[in-house]
Every structure is written in structure tokens, then in C-alpha cells.
């Protein structure tokens, strides 16, 4: 197996980094691409930007953070938010990033996630998942996707997802831990890498996560310090994890 | 050094495009056989999947420019797919002849997580590099490996890599440069 991946999350609005409780009350907290080239600094594995806009002209502009970011980053990186088609994908995917998210867009017409994963590969298709009490959320988390979530993963991979990040939202922002207990059934009913979302407080939480899943995102565990990628990192090492060595 | 990348399909070949440029080279996207023959280095990158891919090429003439390239022993580089076309056949969709420029062919992974995504070392280097792949290379030309699976492949004037130099930050441009740039 690969090593497991440490992967900050970014919240994007109109080509701004934005930080928000729930999408609700966004404030712009800094650059995109110096924020990306930072993490990437400092370690990171991996990047995953979300566009969290609120409408759909401000998310013309995740194609254009894509570009940017691919100039300056050149670690791989996720781009997700508002792709709800094979065209949609391929402009975010010829601007430099190496996989797009999917998630409400997917539940809406499962046939996506095929068409994508032809199209793109299906190592470029990452399928995100929303869960509350084992449950799909859809819409960012505020309607039921009425589908049993290791029922929906299961889906997922034999439509042709490459990878799910999975979101516990009753853990989001918490700080009390990833659903390991979830991340662990899913495990054992899919043969995809699973990236663990949701409830990151301590470097303990990350290192439980990464013994069932293969990825770890971090968000607000991170404050959009990079420095506290670096000192996470230390700690983990300290836990026995074993990190790539990213000098 | 002028650098052919050969643009056949939807996918990521702007980082490939970027990460020479950061080392100097004057890469090119080329949709056509003519200034993928004349270029110093050709590129072969992977996007898509097998099927997809090689049709993409045909369509173009880049499968037999490609050929003729290898047949002169003129340098190409084959990245993730690109080098999985190189050899005889995939198994992939199905089964899908690939160029023929590698003896070999490409399997299904079938042990642990497949995609196989993410950083592993190589050996015998040690350093890591990104990978993100479904299928890996059963050839007589792998030249290093990572966990067992073919991950530089060399053969005449083919040099392929299973993982993503362009996305493997400093270690990644630190090798495009050693066994690229530098022996074109």
C-alpha cells in the first residue's frame, strides 16, 4: 500500500479561501495558490479545494484557481464543488488538477460517475459522501439523499468511482474524532482508497483514521496555519504513522 | 530542448507542460505526427482509459508517429498510461492492443486498494514519488520497482514511469531532469 496521505481541505468562494461554519457566514481568509504552495511546503500530501460558492457565476472561477494553483503546487490536487458534468470535469482536470469531486451531482444521475470515469479515468473520479447516522446527506448537507451510505459506496465503486471522501457530518467540526466505526465498515464493503472527513481534533484522531482509511483531510484542524501541518505531522510520526519523508 | 507532449484526450497534461518548463525545456502540446517526430523528446502522457486512449491516438496518427519515433531510436517518455500503451497489450476495457514499443503487458492490480493511489517509494532510489493506478506493467524492461510493481521501465530509447514525476514536488522534477532532460 501507499503511504497514508495527509490532504488539507480548502474552501473556496469566488476564487477566494473562505472559512465558514456550514457554509453559513463565510470570511475570506487568504489566497488559494499561496495558501495550496504553503501546505504543500509544509508537507502536505495531496490538496483538495472546494468550491463553496454560493452561486454559479462566482463558480466559473474554480477553473481559474485550478490554473493558478497548478502553476505554483506541484503536488496532485482534487478540485470539487459544482461539477455536474463530463465537461464541467474536463476544464477543471486540462487546468492542472488531477481529479475532480463529485458528490449532489452524482446522487442526482448516478450515471456521472461512468461517464466521468471513461472519460477521465477512473483514478480522476473521487465521489464524495455526506453521512449523518449512516445516511446520505445530499446539498450540502441539508437534505436527505434518502440511500443507506455503505449501500451508496458500494455503488459508487462499481459505477466507476476511483476513490470517496467520505464526511461525517455529525462529526464536522467537532473536534472529537473521525467516525472510525463507519470508516471501518466501509473498509470491509469496498476495495476503493477512502479518505476520512470530518471530526479531526487531535493528532490521535488523524492516526485512528488512517489505521481504517487510506487518506485523511483536514480542515479545521489546521486553522489555515501551515505551521500546524508541520507540528501534526511530528506528532503522528511520534504515533508510529508512517508519513512520507517530503523534503 | 524542445518537448513534443502528445495531447490525444482529456486529462491533466498541463503539469506535465508546466514541469518542464520549470526545468528549462520548451515542451509543446502536439495533436499532429509532424512535431511530435521533430521534437527532441517526445511525451507520451497518460489520460483516460486504455481504450480511450489509443483511439484518441489512431485518430490522430500519434500511434504510428510514435512507432516510427522508436523505430529511430529518438527519446520518448511514457508517463502512468502512457508507458501501460507502450507495451504489447492491456487488459484493460476489456483488452486493448497497446504500441508495441515495450515487450510487456498491463494487468489488473489485484492486491490491495485499487486505484493504487498515493505516495511509495521506488526502489532501489528509496525516494517516493505519486502514483494513482489501476493496472501495473508484467515486462522483462522494468529497470525499478515500487512494492513489487514496475514502476521505471526502459527499453532502447523508451523510458516509462508508473508514477507521476509532475505531480511528485522536488523528488518527482529531480528525476525528470536526471533521466530525461539530461539524456535527450
Known amino acids: ?101 463529485v458528490n449532489s ?35 450540502s448537507a441539508t437534505r436527505d439523499a434518502e440511500r443507506d451510505t455503505v449501500a451508496w459506496a458500494r455503488e459508487c465503486e462499481e459505477r466507476g468511482a476511483g476513490e470517496l471522501l467520505v464526511t461525517s457530518i455529525d462529526r464536522d467540526g467537532t473536534r472529537e474524532g473521525y467516525d472510525v466505526e463507519l470508516l471501518a465498515r466501509l473498509r470491509d464493503s469496498v476495495s476503493l482508497p477512502v479518505i476520512a472527513s470530518g471530526g479531526a481534533g487531535s493528532a490521535a484522531h488523524v492516526a485512528a483514521a488512517l489505521d481504517v482509511a487510506q487518506a485523511a483531510l483536514l480542515a479545521s484542524i489546521l486553522h489555515e496555519n501551515p505551521a500546524r501541518l508541520v507540528s501534526l505531522r511530528d506528532e503522528l510520526r511520534a504515533l508510529g504513522v508512517a508519513l512520507r519523508d517530503a523534503a | 530542448m524542445k518537448v513534443a507532449i502528445a495531447s490525444y484526450g482529456a486529462g491533466n497534461v498541463r503539469s506535465v507542460e508546466l514541469a518542464l518548463r520549470k526545468l528549462g525545456a520548451e515542451p509543446r502540446l502536439v495533436h499532429e505526427p509532424e512535431p511530435l517526430l521533430a521534437a527532441d523528446l517526445a511525451v507520451l502522457p497518460g489520460v483516460g482509459s ?82 494513482a493506478h489501476s493496472y501495473a506493467c508484467e515486462t522483462p524492461a522494468a529497470t525499478a520497482t515500487s512494492e513489487g510493481i514496475a514502476a521505471v521501465v526502459e527499453s532502447d530509447s523508451f523510458l516509462g514511469v508508473q508514477f507521476h514525476p509532475e505531480k511528485s514536488g522536488a523528488a518527482g522534477l529531480r528525476f525528470l531532469e536526471r533521466m530525461c532532460l539530461s539524456r535527450a
Open chain 1, 1 to 101: 500500500m501507499p503511504l497514508p496521505r495527509l490532504i488539507p481541505c480548502l474552501d473556496v468562494a469566488a476564487g477566494r479561501v473562505v472559512k465558514g461554519v456550514r457554509f453559513q457566514g463565510l470570511r475570506d481568509v487568504g489566497d488559494p495558490v499561496e495558501l495550496g504552495a504553503a501546505y504543500s511546503d509544509a508537507g502536505a500530501d495531496e490538496l483538495v479545494f472546494l468550491d463553496v460558492s454560493a452561486t454559479l457565476e462566482a463558480r466559473g472561477s474554480a477553473v481559474e484557481v485550478a490554473a493558478r494553483v497548478a502553476e505554483e503546487v506541484s503536488i496532485p490536487f482534487t478540485v470539487g464543488g459544482g461539477i455536474r458534468s463530463v465537461e464541467d470535469a474536463t476544464a477543471v482536470l486540462e487546468a492542472g488538477a488531477d481529479k475532480v469531486s
Open chain 1, 105 to 139: 451531482a452524482a446522487l442526482a444521475r448516478p450515471e456521472l460517475i461512468g461517464e466521468l470515469a471513461e472519460v477521465l479515468g477512473t483514478q480522476a473520479v473521487v465521489v464524495a459522501i455526506d453521512t449523518e447516522a449512516g445516511r446520505v446527506r445530499s446539498h
Open chain 2, 50 to 131: 486504455a481504450a480511450s486512449a489509443m483511439a484518441g491516438l489512431r485518430e490522430r496518427g500519434l500511434d504510428e508517429a510514435l512507432r516510427e519515433r522508436a523505430g529511430a531510436e529518438r527519446p520518448i517518455l511514457g508517463i502512468c498510461l502512457g508507458l501501460q500503451l507502450a507495451l504489447e497489450e492491456t487488459e484493460e476495457d476489456g483488452g486493448v492492443a497497446g504500441l508495441g514499443l515495450v515487450p510487456g503487458r498491463a494487468v489488473r492490480l489485484r492486491a490491495g486498494r485499487v486505484p493504487r493511489i498515493g505516495w511509495a517509494p521506488v526502489d532501489p532510489s528509496g525516494e517516493a514519488y505519486w502514483f
